[in-house]
């Protein structure tokens, strides 16, 4: 789904190029006002929010995420841009998520239990953006 997963290119990135060390990954939510699950689903019959869908793999990500040494630094609902193009920039929730390193990100992304809560994430969410930073002070 485009824009939701990354593409080959980025994987790649990431995977060869990331930064070493602690990082940062920010996670900027666009959710779907009703979550959009394939008829064959059964929580298609429930009509859940986007935002009920996403906390579903939430549970099962932040379950991995602590497994591996990382955890939430913030997270919270955007109010405003300040600075910027707000229409480009008109996101839910921003959550940004500490990980001892890029090898424990690419881990926990290959993790089949992990995987298979991907379609909540999928099915929750209208556009994301995932952007990678170097821990800096979340360290």
């Known amino acids: 789904m ?13 995977a060869e190029d990331g930064p070493d060390g602690p990082i940062v990954m920010v996670n900027l939510l ?8 394939p008829p ?3 929580e298609a019959r ?5 935002r009920e869908a996403y ?10 995420v602590t497994g ?3 955890r939430i630094v913030w997270g919270g609902p955007q109010k405003l841009v300040f600075i910027g193009d707000a229409d480009a920039n008109d996101w839910d929730e921003i959550v940004c998520v500490h990980y001892p390193s890029r ?7 290959q ?21 990678c930073c170097g821990a800096g002070t979340a360290a």
């Open 2 to 14: 485009a824009g939701v997963v990354p593409t080959a290119e980025q994987m790649r990135a990431m």
């Open 30 to 37: 666009k959710y779907r006002a009703r979550a959009a699950y």
């Open 40 to 42: 064959e689903r059964r």
């Open 46 to 50: 429930e009509q859940l929010s986007g």
């Open 55 to 64: 906390q579903r793999y939430g549970m099962v990500a932040l379950r991995h």
């Open 68 to 70: 591996l040494g990382g």
């Open 103 to 109: 090898q424990a990100f690419l881990k926990m992304i």
């Open 111 to 131: 993790d089949p239990d992990y995987l298979a809560a991907h379609y909540h994430r999928d099915a929750g969410l209208a556009r994301t953006a995932l952007i």
